[in-house]
């Protein structure tokens, strides 16, 4: 062989010519069909999901929602909008110990708490939440065997 490739006839190219023309037929009729069924599929679907309401019905339901999540209460701004501190004093003669607890206003949940020693010579054995859920308690020891001591219990609450 000489390596020249033969051209094809005539026959052989009217014959591609017309596969190619058959099967883009095929596909392009497929293609035609399927367009306005999905298109069909497509109404459908959103009218299940709007549940068959007009646009005027959607408006005046969204206003409806915008107005009452403007009215609604928010979060508040900070986190001390939340959390209040209340105080108790406590005072404690030389070598004494005695429990003192801070309660937080009525409705409110105690959620921390602790004691303040200015003289530093208390020490705190206990401290915990109230049974009432509203206040902290803090056993408090005196050190000093001669001198008071004093501060002050607080409870952080939760509004």
Excluded: H
């Excluded at 014959?15 to 392009?28: P, Y």
């Excluded at 009432?132 to 219990?153: E, H, M, Q, T, Y």
């Amino acid at each position: 062989m000489n390596g020249r490739m033969k051209r094809p006839s005539p026959a052989f190219v009217v014959a591609m010519v017309a596969l190619f023309v058959a099967l883009g037929g095929t596909a392009g009729a497929v293609v035609t069909a399927a367009v306005p069924l999905a298109k069909r599929a497509l109404v459908a679907d959103n009218a299940k999901k709007l549940e068959g309401q007009s646009l005027a019905q959607l408006t005046a339901k969204t206003a409806q929602a915008v107005q009452a999540a403007a009215s609604a209460p928010g979060p508040a701004s900070t986190a001390s909008g939340l959390v209040t501190i209340k105080t108790a004093p406590w005072s404690l003669g030389g070598g004494q110990g005695n429990d003192f607890a801070a309660t937080c206003d009525a409705g409110q949940k105690v959620i921390a708490g602790g004691y303040d020693n200015p003289s530093g010579d208390a020490l705190a054995l206990d401290t915990r939440p109230g049974t009432d859920g509203a206040s902290w308690r803090v056993f408090i020891l005196n050190l000093s065997p001669s001198a008071g001591a004093s501060g002050n219990v607080f409870a952080v609450c939760l509004k």
